[in-house]
């Protein structure tokens, strides 16, 4: 019994960090989201193409992280 007791504890252990982990992704997921959301309105628009675009406009093509984003802008 005190062997299928210590599993379980192992068990329940393991599913709070995995839900821990993945609750730190979304949220993290959620702020670079956000941050994109933010920064767009900044972003050229399809009535804008008339006029010249300037490199300040343009996002970075390749992020690989968040702050890598950051730096990027």
Same mark, same amino acid.
């Given at each position: 019994?005190? /062997?299928?007791?210590?599993?379980?504890? !192992?068990?329940?252990?393991? =599913?709070? %960090? !995995? $839900? @821990?982990?993945?609750?730190?992704?979304?949220?993290? +997921? !959620?702020?670079?989201?956000?941050? =994109?959301?933010? $920064?767009?309105?900044?972003? *050229?628009?399809? +009535?804008?193409?008339? +006029?010249? @675009?300037?490199? %300040? =406009? @343009?996002? *970075?093509?390749?992020? =690989? +992280? %968040?702050?890598? /984003?950051?730096? !990027?802008?």
């Amino acid at each position: 019994m005190d /062997y299928l007791k210590k599993r379980e504890d !192992k068990i329940l252990l393991t =599913m709070q %960090h !995995k $839900d @821990i982990e993945q609750g730190r992704r979304a949220l993290e +997921n !959620k702020h670079r989201l956000d941050a =994109m959301v933010l $920064d767009s309105r900044h972003w *050229p628009k399809l +009535n804008d193409l008339e +006029n010249s @675009i300037t490199t %300040h =406009m @343009i996002m *970075p093509q390749t992020i =690989m +992280n %968040h702050q890598d /984003y950051q730096h !990027k802008l």
